[in-house]
């Protein structure tokens, strides 16, 4: 029998070479068949919301009128504070106890909007990406109603929070650990460093997004989650990295931001839906038994 003559590792190496390409492109175009689908699906659900009939009933917000004077009390409210309570806690700034500043740096990190993101935006990924095809319809209805949810949580959160590092931008309120003594407010509008990024702060406004976005959504235990999301907030001021008026105005805006937010939802009859007086109240995810 004649001796198989041994291939030059060249050779070898081409063949593994033509393999592993075979192999990428299969799954390269298995990959975009899956893509090109998600896609679609996502269209789908867009197109899906755009179409929905609106209920006209209410409107989102408030009148020209009444529009001014919420906005004239909101504007006083932050001077008075400014004038007030920040005079106030800049001579009780160096009076912080230890523990209790310990205490409210591990509370503080509630108010990150990062994990609130993360944890939403995934659950909005997974829940897209579901192959709810399969299932009845249900429990579709549901698991629409939950992406629903989570889309609400993530896009409130996401979009508070960029408006309000604009104004932070635009403003330019130096923190307290940065005023000279004696002043309350020093502004250096687009400034764009961590010293003069006061007014309004981030975590009062994704604390008021998040805590009034859930009291929507879950209006019987309200008071507690929006009294979770005040103590949030007031962790910022007693860290001595923000002033009263700063987590006010972000708390404020905040839950505003979602309370009329919803009420576009409502407008489109998801999530939530108008009561007859002009209120919101949630919408079940799914008629019937959850599944």
């Not at 050779?11 to 679609?40: N, Y």
């Not at 310990?102 to 990150?112: C, E, K, N, P, Q």
């Not at 932070?168 to 000279?180: D, S």
């Not at 502004?187 to 460093?193: G, I, L």
């Amino acid at each position: 029998m004649d001796e198989q003559v041994p291939q030059h590792w060249s050779r070898i190496v081409a063949a593994d070479l033509r393999q592993a390409s075979r192999r990428a492109g299969e799954l390269t175009v298995v990959g975009g068949r899956l893509a090109g689908r998600w896609w679609r699906d996502v269209a789908a659900w867009f197109r899906f919301v755009h179409r929905r009939k609106t209920d006209t009933r209410h409107a989102i917000f408030p009148g020209a009128l009444r529009s001014a004077e919420i906005l004239a009390v909101f504007c006083s409210l932050v001077l008075g504070l400014v004038l007030i309570a920040d005079t106030l806690f800049l001579t009780l700034l160096n009076q912080r106890d230890a523990a209790t500043v310990a205490l409210f740096a591990h509370l503080t990190r509630l108010g990150d909007s990062a994990w609130i993101l993360y944890l939403t935006g995934t659950l909005v990924l997974a829940i897209s990406l579901y192959p709810a095809r399969r299932l009845k319809r249900q429990r579709r209805v549901w698991m629409h109603g939950l992406l629903l949810v989570a889309y609400y949580l993530f896009t409130t959160v996401a979009f508070s929070g960029l408006i309000t590092n604009l104004v932070k931008n635009l403003i330019g309120r130096a923190r307290p650990q940065f005023v000279p003594e004696g002043m309350v407010w020093l502004s250096r509008p687009f400034a764009d460093n961590y010293a003069f990024a006061g007014f309004p702060s981030g975590h009062a406004t994704t604390a008021g997004a998040f805590c009034v976005a859930l009291a929507l959504l879950v209006p019987r235990l309200r008071v507690f989650i929006v009294l979770a999301g005040i103590w949030i907030a007031v962790s910022r001021p007693v860290l001595g990295v923000h002033f009263p008026s700063d987590i006010f105005a972000g708390f404020v805006f905040g839950g505003a931001f979602s309370y009329f937010y919803a009420r576009s939802f409502a407008r489109k009859r998801l999530l939530f839906a108008f009561r007859a007086d002009g209120g919101l109240e949630p919408r079940p995810l799914a008629r019937g038994r959850r599944p």
